[in-house]
């Protein structure tokens, strides 16, 4: 089992910055890829970003591409994205999961197996 804590939301406006930090709990974070998703009010829970074990392979939805990046100090069993050039499209509940895995990142919400309890992340115009 995994806890998975996440911190860093707020309210920004548009085009400010965030950092959202996701701390875990195992000795073997590692060995695990890590995705961040995001759930705006009425939508269905979102792909927004992903990582592999190691950090060296990275994926990202179409719509913060050039503006959000994933990283991971697996010292600190630690996931953060940087969130850049916000929007007001951005806002939402934003998750860290993880699922065990030594090859590639996952894309899609049913592909992970442990989840944070979320973020609040709020872009004004």
């Known amino acids: 089992q995994v806890q998975l804590v996440e911190s860093g939301g707020g309210l920004v406006q548009a085009g400010g910055s965030l950092r959202l930090s996701c701390a875990a709990s195992?000795?073997?974070?590692?060995?695990?890829?890590m995705g961040w998703f995001r759930q705006a009010p009425g939508k269905d829970r979102e792909f927004v970003a992903a990582v592999n074990w190691s950090g060296g392979s990275t994926g990202y939805a179409d719509s913060v591409e050039g503006r959000f990046t994933i990283s991971r100090d697996n010292a600190k069993n630690t996931v953060y994205l940087q969130m850049n050039s916000l929007k007001p499209e951005d806002t939402a509940v934003y998750y860290c999961a993880a699922v065990r895995s030594d090859r590639r990142y996952y894309r899609e919400v049913y592909e992970y197996t442990y989840w944070g309890q979320g973020t609040q992340v709020t872009v004004s115009s």
């Open positions: 195992g000795r073997t974070f590692s060995s695990y890829a």
